[in-house]
């Protein structure tokens, strides 16, 4: 059974940079079929998607948050990474990581990380 | 405000029927397939539809989805108090700046 887990920081101070890591277990990552993405959610409001990774590190971001976001891929690791800079308390989020699955384009999530909030406060 | 819109909220009573809509435009939800989501109270997201009306392995067929044009519709029949949680829409939209897109998200509630 695939398993996402996020790992990272909980407190992030404003300015500073957001770093996450999804570790991905119990299948394969370095194939075609799907990507790998980063959706986040705020406190008592709906899911964002923030980006997406191909294994061979081809990405996709959300046009809002693209100039400070990068998504990044280890393969070596069975890891995909995000950094997301200048953080504002607006930031304030449950980060998943989750698999991209595409049918015509990427429309659905299949599997999903069980999610780590990360606060942005000094 | 998300691409996509859904009623913020809806309920029924146990065993009923409930649906619940997702509208959107010729760039995502009128140019390729609806997935759908559940999200019971603390917990990640998972998967009930893809692809417009496909259920995922484990999912009731109390659970369907259907498209039309721009919009879909996710129904759930049979209703259990354990069925209340907080539904969400997505897709990829295929605009200039697009992406991957949600709706707001509806809360289920179980009368």
């Known amino acids: 059974q695939l398993q996402l887990q996020e790992s990272g920081p909980g407190l992030v101070k404003p300015s500073e940079t957001l770093s996450l890591t999804c570790t991905v277990s119990?299948?394969?990552?370095?194939?075609?079929?799907?990507?790998w993405g980063w959706i986040r959610q705020p406190p008592g409001k709906g899911l964002e998607w923030i980006g997406s990774?191909?294994?061979?590190?081809?990405?996709y971001y959300d046009p809002s948050l693209k100039s400070r976001v990068t998504i990044s891929v280890d393969t070596s690791k069975n890891q995909f990474s995000l950094k997301l800079s200048s953080v504002t308390a607006a930031d304030t989020a449950v980060y998943y990581c989750?698999?991209?699955?595409?049918?015509?384009?990427?429309?659905?999530?299949?599997?999903w990380g069980q999610g780590t909030l990360v606060t942005v406060s000094s | 405000q998300s691409v996509l819109t859904q009623p913020p909220s809806v309920s029924a009573a146990p065993g009923q029927k409930v649906t619940i809509s997702c509208s959107g435009s010729?760039?995502?939800?009128?140019?390729?397939?609806v997935s759908w989501y559940q999200q019971l109270p603390g917990t990640a997201p998972k998967l009930l539809i893809y692809?417009?009306?496909k259920r995922p392995s484990g999912i009731p067929d109390r659970f369907s989805g259907s498209k039309s044009g721009t919009s879909a519709t996710l129904g759930i029949t049979g209703l259990q108090t354990g069925d209340e949680a907080d539904y969400y829409c997505?897709?990829?939209?295929?605009?200039?700046?697009?992406?991957?897109?949600f709706g707001g998200g509806t809360k289920l509630t179980v009368l």
């Open positions: 989750a698999r991209h699955d595409y049918s015509n384009y990427l429309e659905y999530f299949q599997h």
């Open positions: 119990g299948g394969s990552f370095s194939s075609s079929d799907y990507y």
């Open positions: 990774i191909f294994y061979t590190g081809r990405t």
């Open positions: 010729s760039s995502n939800i009128g140019n390729t397939y």
């Open positions: 692809e417009n009306n």
């Open positions: 997505g897709t990829w939209d295929s605009s200039l700046n697009g992406g991957g897109v």
